[in-house]
């Protein structure tokens, strides 16, 4: 961070140059929606094919 000083010496303003940031990405809200939708699709219709080979 930079300090610039205007007249009478006083901060006039701060520059900040580089931002660090450091974490683990998160998933979005709707990416684990569809994920959810996803299995329970994939759940009911493989409960939809078990039950039209044992007819």
């Known amino acids: 961070m930079n300090t610039f000083y205007g007249p ?3 901060p006039n303003f701060h ?6 940031f450091n974490g683990e990405p998160v998933p979005e809200p709707l990416t684990i929606m569809g994920a959810g939708v996803a299995i329970a699709f994939g759940a009911s219709f493989k409960r939809k094919l078990a039950k039209k080979a044992t007819k």
Do not use: K, L, S, Y
């Open 15 to 20: 520059q900040v140059r580089e931002v660090g």
């Open 8 to 10: 009478g010496g006083q």
